[in-house]
């Protein structure tokens, strides 16, 4: 029996730094996995559409697709906009079979790129217990998202940092450059921006901003195409493809 299809959906952006990233993250997933068939589709702004990669998928015959959602929290996107562009087409090609996967976050795997993103920024080891850090995610409106990414920064704070405090782009607060500057008037000496965003766009380039009109001394990159993220995309896969097999053996 093939494997499954898997499709990485991501949100989409006007920024073309997004699609950019997030085809080379699945071109990583690819090359972690030959045999494997990765999509990808967007649900705004960038080609191709959900819809239309699936009724490619039913036209070659595909038999089931694993619908991954490229997000770090179940907010909106997740919760509502996957889930009804997915129903909409089993609806409409009911032969072909699919299932949506988790999303990524919380992940060992996303801290460990986090990890990674700061060491090439130039955070070292022997720098923690002096630097504070800005977790900084795009922000959301709803509640367990923002739960989570408080719940990363307080774990976070046990690996060493100094002190760790979440903000946010949108939707919610603080903003990053009122967390650097909270950070400062604690007395930390050095504050590391992490920006909790797996692509470039609107949102990342806000948090960025922020750092540096409150003088943060490092910024980190994005996520971007991290292998720890090309493997946690993988473990997704996997669990998804397992709860088909336990379903199907019931």
């Known amino acids: 029996m093939s494997h499954p299809v898997l499709l990485v959906i991501a949100h989409g952006s006007r920024d073309p730094r997004h699609a950019a990233t997030v085809h080379a993250l699945t071109q990583r997933v690819r090359a972690e ?3 494997l068939r990765v999509e990808t589709a967007f649900l705004e702004f960038n080609a191709p559409s959900v819809p239309r990669v699936l009724e490619r998928l039913a036209a070659e015959e595909a038999d089931e697709v694993i619908a991954l959602p490229l997000l770090l929290t179940r907010a909106f996107h997740a919760k509502t906009d996957i889930p009804s562009v997915l129903r ?3 609806a409409r090609l009911p032969r072909l079979h699919i299932r ?4 990524l976050g919380p992940s060992p795997l996303l801290n460990a790129t986090l990890g990674r993103r700061l060491r090439e920024a130039g955070v ?6 002096r630097t504070g850090l800005v977790l900084a995610s795009a922000g959301s409106s709803d509640p367990e998202a923002i739960a989570v990414i408080a719940e990363i920064a307080r774990e976070l704070r046990h690996t060493g940092w ?4 979440p903000a946010f782009a949108s939707a919610s607060l603080p903003r990053t450059e009122d967390a650097v500057r909270a950070l400062r008037a604690e007395g930390v000496e050095r ?4 920006p909790y965003v797996i692509a470039p766009g609107r949102l990342p380039d806000r948090i960025a901003a922020g750092a540096e009109a409150a003088g943060a001394d490092v910024l980190a990159d994005v996520l971007g195409p991290a292998p720890e993220l090309a493997r946690l995309l993988l473990e997704r896969y996997d669990e998804a493809r397992a709860l088909v097999g336990a379903s199907l053996s019931a």
């Open 124 to 129: 070292r080891p022997g720098d923690l217990p």
């Open 162 to 165: 100094c002190a760790v405090r």
């Open 191 to 194: 504050v590391a921006v992490a």
């Open 88 to 90: 909409e087409a089993r």
């Open 33 to 35: 996995r030959p045999g």
């Open 100 to 103: 949506q996967a988790d999303v």
